[in-house]
């Protein structure tokens, strides 16, 4: 069984920092591409980041050069090394990953920024 357990969220002002990290199991963790996603209110899930088994990354435009993916490998976790943040990025933030075609969420860590 797939279990995804988000952390790291919480307060925080413009500008700040925060690290958010995802603790994996039930899965071969390397051979997974793991991804985070968010929801503001009233907005639809957005995927955020993704990085592939072998550290491949992705960004939606609106974090490049602000959030970081990044994995490791041996402790089964990813991480969103979130910088500049700003009050748009205020969500709850979920850890993400595909197997045998279905989609598991953990249950998700809220991010709020404050201006």
């Known amino acids: 069984q797939v279990h995804l357990v988000e952390s790291g969220g919480g307060l925080v002002q413009s500008g700040g920092s925060l690290r958010l990290s995802c603790a994996a199991s039930?899965?071969?963790?390397?051979?997974?591409?793991m991804r985070w996603y968010r929801q503001a209110p009233g907005k639809e899930r957005e995927l955020v980041a993704t990085i592939t088994g072998a550290g491949v990354t992705n960004y939606t435009d609106s974090v490049k050069g602000r959030f970081t993916v990044s994995r490791d490998n041996v402790w089964n976790r990813v991480y969103l090394e979130m910088s500049s943040v700003r009050p748009e990025d205020t969500a709850v933030y979920y850890c993400n990953t595909i197997r045998g075609g279905n989609n598991f969420y953990g249950r998700g860590t809220q991010v709020t920024v404050s201006s």
């Open positions: 039930g899965i071969n963790f390397r051979l997974f591409t």
